[in-house]
């Protein structure tokens, strides 16, 4: 069967620091991959996605970057976090195209400080 | 252009009484269509999907969906609300890519 980790959990940054988050998938090969961010009291913004080893699309100007180094990895980064990127980051995978559904991993608390 | 409405921001029952919880859809085909649970601090589960197939959805933990393409519509049901059910709920659209169009939610409030 197929599992999505992420992290870490949680994470405080100060304002100005890097940033970077994980995302592996098991049990599938060439899975599309999705970056999420829910902000408090905000729905779900589709920051990323990838359908291949570097190929990377962005869905939203931000200070935000995704890398996809192996065919299961996902990474977000940052060079210098905002205030702004507080939220709950949660990565996402979907199969081949007759199943549409994502789904996603446990997600990772940020807060920046 | 899809979109998805979820017309409740917030939505409070009692324990054994039934649950509706509302959405509206945009779409110009024939879309598929998701209702996702959260509960706090964690990742979202797939509770059902609607594919263009049978029209009543039945999903995980008794909840159900009927895709009513008249009323753009794809509300979600449970016949008996348990207080576990308390949580946040997101209703999807899907491009025709698999990109994903969130409804800004319905938290579900449990009433002992």
């Known amino acids: 069967s197929q599992t999505i980790h992420q992290w870490p959990a949680t994470l405080v940054q100060p304002v100005g620091s890097p940033l970077s988050l994980e995302c592996t998938v098991e049990?599938?090969?060439?899975?599309?991959l999705y970056w999420y961010r829910q902000a408090a009291g905000r729905g779900l913004q589709l920051l990323f996605y990838?359908?291949?080893?570097?190929?990377i699309s962005s869905e939203v100007p931000q200070n935000l970057s995704a890398s996809r180094p192996q065919d299961r990895q996902f990474i977000l980064s940052s060079k210098k976090l905002l205030l702004s990127d507080s939220g709950f980051y949660l990565c996402?995978?979907?199969?081949?195209?007759?199943?549409?559904?994502?789904?996603f991993g446990p997600g990772t608390r940020l807060t920046v400080l | 252009a899809q979109s998805v409405t979820q017309l409740d921001s917030h939505v409070s029952v009692s324990e054994g009484t039934p649950v509706l919880l509302r959405c509206n859809y945009s779409s110009s085909y024939s879309p598929s269509l998701f209702w996702y649970v959260q509960h706090p601090n964690k990742g979202l589960q797939l509770l059902l999907k609607y594919t263009s197939a049978a029209t009543l959805v039945k999903g995980i933990n008794g909840f159900e969906a009927e895709f009513k393409k008249s009323e753009t519509s794809f509300h979600l049901t449970k016949p008996s609300a348990h207080m576990s059910d308390a949580a946040e709920y997101f209703c999807?659209?899907?491009?025709?890519?698999?990109?994903?169009?969130f409804g800004t939610g319905t938290r579900l409030k449990v009433l002992a």
């Open positions: 990838s359908v291949g080893i570097g190929q």
């Open positions: 996402a995978w979907k199969g081949p195209p007759v199943r549409n559904e994502q789904f």
């Open positions: 049990g599938t090969s060439n899975p599309n």
């Open positions: 999807v659209v899907s491009d025709l890519f698999g990109k994903y169009i």
